[in-house]
């Protein structure tokens, strides 16, 4: 896109800091049923369903924990059977070898450190081996601790076109999410981008026309613009 068209849009829209709240409420109208789509009835659950959604589906990962958290109830449960069973257990996640080890390294150390209970804090969550920044933010807002915003490929595109960052690494787009985001939308922000992202804001060709965002948002597509 040439840079005087760029910044054109930029004017017309005018600063983030105007636009953010006008943002979170219309999509918080237009998405009202935002929320995790992994399904998990406590917070070990809610883990190890966030630990297995790297690189796959969470419709995948809720057919695969359907069965698991029948026979996997506790801490202990993952590292009382064999390696290949968990392996086994969770094949159909991708990456099974890498899983398994991060999860069952992750239940050594909430037993031997906290427990057996999933810490909330983001720098305890840290400490467990297989959990990054990412997961750490996802099991803390769910928690209602959120300390962070989770950037996840939908969050960065999103945040991209409606000009809240321009950073490609996710780190700083969480940075700069966080300088313009109220606080207490920390945890729902993430999601209300990440539906709006699957239904309307889609990765190849946007639904601009349909898009309630339209006016506050400077890569809408020019054929939409109303006026
Ligand atoms: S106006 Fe278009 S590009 Fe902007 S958020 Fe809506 S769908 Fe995405």
Same mark, same amino acid.
């Given at each position: 896109m040439p840079r005087t068209f760029v910044s054109e849009a930029r004017k017309r829209v005018g600063p983030k800091k105007q636009r953010i709240l006008p943002i979170i409420e219309r999509l918080r109208a237009a998405h009202p049923? *935002? +929320?995790?789509?992994l399904h998990f009835r406590n917070e070990l659950e809610l883990l190890v369903s966030v630990m297995l959604s790297a690189q796959t589906t969470d419709v995948n990962v809720n057919r695969v924990t359907e069965h698991l958290f029948e026979k996997y109830r506790r801490p202990e449960d993952y590292l009382a059977v064999p390696v290949e069973e968990l392996e086994r257990d969770i094949y *159909? +996640?991708?990456?099974y070898r890498q899983k398994t080890r991060s999860i069952r390294g992750a239940m050594r150390v909430l037993l031997e450190e906290f427990d057996g209970e999933v810490p909330r804090g983001l720098d305890e969550l840290l400490r467990?081996?297989?959990?990054a920044r990412k997961t750490a933010n996802v099991v803390a807002s769910e928690l209602g601790h959120a300390q962070g915003i989770v950037v996840d490929t939908h969050v960065r595109r999103l945040s991209q076109r409606l000009g809240l960052?321009?950073?490609?690494?996710p780190v700083k787009i969480e940075r700069d999410l966080q300088r313009v985001v109220p606080r207490a939308d920390w945890a729902r922000f993430p999601h209300l981008l990440i539906w709006h992202g699957r239904r309307v804001c889609v990765a190849r060709r946007p639904h601009c026309e349909s898009c309630v965002l339209v006016d506050l948002c400077?890569?809408?597509?020019i054929d939409v613009m109303p006026g």
């Open positions: 049923d *935002a +929320t995790i789509a *159909a +996640t991708g990456f467990l081996p297989g959990v960052t321009r950073n490609e690494d400077p890569a809408a597509r």
